[in-house]
């Protein structure tokens, strides 16, 4: 039988509510509260106290981290749809990263000191990004044995590693005259002299004006399936998984979206969709002369890479002594190209957030806030300090006063 009892000590009045445990030696536990009304609360709610009593019991973090990855497979961590496959893969090799460490105490004993010594470890031996992404899956596991009521607290929250310093490099965005070009490019390579030239760049063009009208991700518009084309623009729901040998679902729910296009882009891909690309059972847009889909190395290689240097978006590079004309960009870019002109037209950042897929608002502000800082200075009235005293002043000089 339950009871209550007051307590009075050096930090005030509390609550202690024992109750019975078959985990205990003598046949009790305890819980203790702030308030009467938590410990009557406590009381009545069963279900409360076999949560207790789980996350009071030993957890090894092997444990943990199995139970965190039986969830993503077969649940789906928070509500999310399961992992594909090669997810799946990349989730078990990082959690043998933590898996290798030397624990010092059972999973449900550890504090944030003993996330912070795992981080010095991680640093220490594998690289900065791998470091952010190991403890970022670490964190996942903690936060989901706490929702299940295996962990009383997410003792991991805090400690991270940042993603970047912020003297590292911006993306590299290609202007509008260079997207012009890569684009009049395209339109060269598919009306070539050259017949089979013509007839690789029928694909290639309306591929590459769909990139750059879409910001779609490369691993999106390549199996683009034909019924998510409409009179508007294109609804993106399904991409190649990390490894390029299946489809499968949008990485994110965030991926899941619908993108209005230009009149021109979708005639061109409908003509192409509707009167040369070969039957497939796949439904896709693109498809290559045996049905599947086109791989994302072929399409830099082949397609992409081939239109800036017709373009003349070369940059010189020394490789093993030797100096060649390598693409100045990646088709990744053409995404960043996507971003920038909507913040350059003003478009809602959370309404950007949702064109380009991420999930959270803060990764479109890491990749593209210098973006969207150049585009305000630039409409902003400037606004430099000392002139602005200057003007204020009866005539003279601020700078020149003694």
Not at 24 to 44: D, Q, V
Not at 200 to 212: C, K, Q
Not at 214 to 219: D, L
Request: charged residues 25%; aromatic residues 8%.
């Amino acid at each position: 039988m339950s009871d209550i009892r007051k307590r009075v000590g050096s930090k005030g009045t509390t609550y202690q509510v024992r109750y019975p445990s078959t985990k205990t030696k003598s046949g009790y536990a305890y819980a203790t509260f702030n308030t009467m009304k938590e410990a009557r609360a406590f009381r009545e709610d069963a279900a409360a106290r076999q949560s207790l009593e789980a996350a009071s019991q030993p957890l090894s973090v092997s444990e943990g981290v199995q139970i965190w990855l039986d969830v993503c497979e077969k649940e789906g961590r928070g509500g999310r749809s399961p992992v594909t496959t090669y997810t799946l893969k990349t989730y078990r090799y990082r959690a043998e990263i933590i898996k290798a460490y030397d624990w010092p105490k059972p999973l449900n004993e550890l504090t944030a000191p003993d996330v912070v010594e795992f981080r010095s470890w991680l640093l220490k031996n594998h690289s900065r990004d791998q470091a952010r992404k190991v403890l970022s899956y670490f964190h996942s596991m903690v936060l989901e044995l706490v929702n299940r009521g295996q962990l009383k607290h997410d003792f991991a929250a805090g400690v991270r590693v940042t993603a970047a310093s912020r003297y590292d490099e911006p993306v590299q965005i290609p202007t509008e005259r260079e997207i012009h070009q890569l684009l009049s490019a395209a339109d060269r390579l598919a009306n070539h002299r050259n017949q089979q030239i013509a007839k690789t760049w029928e694909r290639y063009r309306p591929m590459l004006y769909l990139a750059v009208d879409s910001g779609m991700r490369p691993q999106e518009y390549l199996v683009l399936p034909r019924e998510n084309l409409t009179d508007r623009g294109v609804t993106v729901d399904r991409a190649l998984d990390a490894g390029g040998k299946h489809i499968s679902a949008t990485k994110t729910a965030a991926g899941r979206r619908f993108i209005d296009l230009s009149p021109d882009t979708i005639d061109m891909v409908k003509h192409y969709a509707d009167h040369i690309a070969p039957p497939n059972k796949f439904d896709l847009v693109f498809p290559t002369a045996n049905g599947t889909w086109l791989s994302s190395n072929n399409w830099r290689r082949r397609g992409f890479q081939t239109a800036c240097v017709e373009a003349g978006l070369v940059e010189e590079e020394e490789i093993d002594g030797e100096t060649v004309a390598a693409p100045k960009y990646k088709p990744y870019d053409l995404r960043h190209f996507y971003a920038s002109m909507l913040i350059a037209n003003r478009v809602n950042l959370k309404r950007i957030q949702r064109l380009m897929g991420h999930s959270d608002i803060q990764t479109t502000l890491n990749i593209y806030g210098h973006v969207i800082e150049r585009v305000e200075w630039e409409e902003q009235e400037q606004t430099c300090l000392i002139a602005s005293m200057s003007r204020k002043s009866c005539g003279k000089s601020v700078a020149s006063s003694p």
